[in-house]
């Protein structure tokens, strides 16, 4: 058996979607752009998703713009905005994704910005109170805090953040990408400013996401060329990705709470298995907390040993598939900086186990055991 739990970090494309896809790779080729009928009939594809994303989150369909994923559309909203709206303070967190932390570190050296962080506890959890002080001296301000983190699976309060920051006057993006598709959004009571998904986080094809931007709030494109998406994104368009990640929303909508059932069960298995056969394991985050994380995550601490060197390494000998921490650095010396941030013992073991509909309670128990069979070999 060969088992992948690391679907933070990618899904496998459902069948239904690549279904969707393919016309769009074989027949229907056309230049959107182009007004003859081959064009027009891809433009109308086009369309048609933009229509199904934008009621999925209750949008107006011109609030959808189509991007090659959460990390340009999360650039979009920090650049776009702070450049065009010329605000010059922004507040984010030591535990946000680095498509959000490298953004705004950019902006602030290169003297766009001043950047604040808000503070947060040992589990990460968001210093409101602490958002609200900030606001009150910086009351213009673009204000960046995710929805469900994608090392430790922490869910923060959206709205609440959103209702601060309306107060203030800030203009609030929230990455969303590892919660869109997993988690009702409707735009329409939330107070954000801006929303991202990344098709690849939901069974759709990598290389295609899309930025909800509420119609209020007006950006300049960051690339030029061309009058695609509203002047906002020049380029031709990813067309059969674009239909593919629309057909994946909906699927994921249509079935979500029947998934998201399935894949608690998974991670609550995972909890006690873990707790039974490894001694001292622990959880970082609140990624135990079915109320307060992602039921896709969790977060798994080990016990000091020579083994966690060559962790991920041993598991992936093993037929096992998964991340130390964010995808985006899990191959990295430097480690998880939101564990660091957490402060967290570096001689301990991280492990993320993220699952997805496709997982089954077997693979769960294969993963465990494999886990537990390396550090009973260490032990003795």
């Known amino acids: 058996m060969a088992v992948y739990f690391d679907n933070a970090a990618t899904t496998p494309l459902d069948p239904e979607v690549l279904d969707a896809m393919l016309p769009f790779m074989r027949e229907h080729f056309g230049n959107p752009s182009s007004i003859h009928g081959h064009g027009r009939k891809v433009r109308a594809a086009i369309e048609n998703a933009r229509k199904t994303i934008a009621h999925l989150i209750n949008a107006a369909p011109a609030e959808i713009s189509f991007t090659s994923g959460g990390t340009e559309a999360d650039n979009y909203a920090a650049f776009g905005t702070v450049r065009t709206l010329g605000l010059r303070h922004a507040i984010t967190s030591p535990l946000e994704h680095h498509a959000v932390l490298h953004t705004l570190q950019a902006l602030e050296k290169a003297g766009d910005i001043e950047l604040s962080y ?30 469900g983190n994608n090392e430790i699976g922490n869910l923060n309060d959206i709205q609440r953040i959103g209702e601060i920051c309306q107060a203030h006057k800030a203009v609030y993006h929230t990455d969303t990408v590892q919660t869109m598709g997993h988690y009702r959004h409707d735009v329409q009571q939330l107070k954000a400013h801006f929303l991202v998904g990344s098709a690849h986080k939901f069974h759709g094809p990598k290389g295609v996401g899309f930025l909800y931007r509420r119609s209020e709030i007006q950006v300049n494109s960051l690339i030029h060329g061309g009058s695609q998406e509203r002047n906002l994104r020049a380029g031709t368009e990813n067309v059969y990705g674009i239909v593919g990640l629309a057909k994946a929303l909906e699927i994921a909508c249509r079935n979500m709470a029947d998934h998201q059932r399935h894949i608690q069960a998974l991670k609550d298995r995972f909890i006690v298995r873990l707790r039974a056969e490894i001694e001292d394991v622990q959880f970082n985050g609140l990624s135990t907390e079915a109320d307060q994380s992602l039921y ?43 564990l660091t941030a957490l402060g967290t013992d570096p001689d301990r073991g991280a492990i993320r186990f993220s699952m997805s509909k496709y997982n089954t309670l077997e693979e769960v128990d294969f993963a465990v055991e494999q886990l537990a069979k390396m550090y009973r070999k260490v032990a003795v």
């Not at 506890?121 to 213009?140: C, F, I, K, N, P």
């Not at 601490?301 to 985006?328: K, Q, R, Y």
């Open 118 to 147: 808000v503070r947060h506890d040992e589990r990460g959890r968001l210093d409101l109170q602490h958002l609200d002080d900030l606001l009150a001296t910086h009351s213009r301000s673009f204000v960046s805090l995710m929805h």
């Open 296 to 338: 896709t995550v969790l977060s798994v601490s080990l016990p000091p040993s020579e083994l966690n060197e060559m962790l991920l390494f041993n598991l992936d000998i093993n037929h096992v598939s998964v991340s130390g921490g964010s995808a985006c650095t899990s191959g990295a010396n430097a480690g998880s900086h939101v």
